[in-house]
T-cell receptor, first 113, second 115 residues
Framework: KQEVTQIPAALSVPEGENLVLNCSFTDSAIYNLQWFRQDPGKGLTSLLLIQSSQREQTSGRLNASLDKSSGRSTLYIAASQPGDSATYLCAVRRNTNAGKSTFGDGTTLTVKP | NAGVTQTPKFRVLKTGQSMTLLCAQDMNHEYMYWYRQDPGMGLRLIHYSVGEGTTAKGEVPDGYNVSRLKKQNFLLGLESAAPSQTSVYFC??????????????FGPGTRLTVT
């Protein structure tokens, strides 16, 4: 059974700092890995999708990497801003297109002005 | 392009009552999913559908039923609500083909309280 772990559960940083969020998974037979952002009381917003054949994806100040062999993904946020404060979740999809996804519990990020 | 929408946004039920949650997507996605999110439990898959007229059980299907009569709609039913079904329910959909296959798009959620 796939298990997804996100450490730390919470992180507080000053504005402008670069930071890394971690996601680890136990079964490397994955189809893709997706990073989401969730604001309080809201739904999940997709940030980055990494297919199993890819090593990284970038969007603006965000960069996500994937290392299947070690069962790890990182989300790098450059020059953090207070507006980045949210909970960040990773989801790992089984190795079929419609396979079930397993979500981590998320890392709650607070960026202080 | 509204993306994924959910109706209603909030609902309070009494134990034993029934209700249906509606999910609609306008992206022509083949796949649709229902999740529940609970503190300390993360997001868990209830049921999913890989196409019109087809549904399958997820991780926590007991107490729920689903239907996908139209490609754009996915309904989640609670026949006899229980307090354990108090949760936030999210619907999601995803592409089946092309480069972004498997990328899930989420609705805003339905907050359900069962007393």
């Amino acid at each position: 059974k796939q298990e997804v772990t996100q450490i730390p559960a919470a992180l507080s940083v000053p504005e402008g700092e670069n930071l890394v969020l971690n996601c680890s998974f136990t079964d490397s037979a994955i189809y893709n890995l997706q990073w989401f952002r969730q604001d309080p009381g809201k739904g999940l917003t997709s940030l980055l999708l990494i297919q199993s054949s890819q090593r990284e994806q970038t969007s603006g100040r965000l960069n996500a990497s994937l290392d299947k062999s070690s069962g790890r993904s990182t989300l790098y946020i450059a020059a953090s801003q207070p507006g980045d404060s949210a909970t960040y979740l990773c989801a790992v999809r089984r190795n079929t297109n419609a396979g079930k996804s397993t979500f981590g519990d998320g890392t709650t990020l607070t960026v202080k002005p | 392009n509204a993306g994924v929408t959910q109706t209603p946004k909030f609902r309070v039920l009494k134990t034993g009552q029934s209700m249906t949650l509606l999910c609609a997507q306008d992206m022509n996605h083949e796949y649709m999913y229902w999740y529940r999110q609970d503190p300390g439990m993360g997001l868990r898959l209830i049921h999913y559908s890989v196409g019109e007229g087809t549904t399958a059980k997820g991780e926590v299907p007991d107490g729920y039923n689903v239907s996908r009569l139209k490609k754009q709609n996915f309904l989640l039913g609670l026949e006899s609500a229980a307090p354990s079904q108090t949760s936030v329910y999210f619907c999601a959909s995803s592409y089946s083909r092309l480069a972004r296959a498997g990328e899930q798009y989420f609705g805003p959620g339905t907050r359900l309280t069962v007393t």
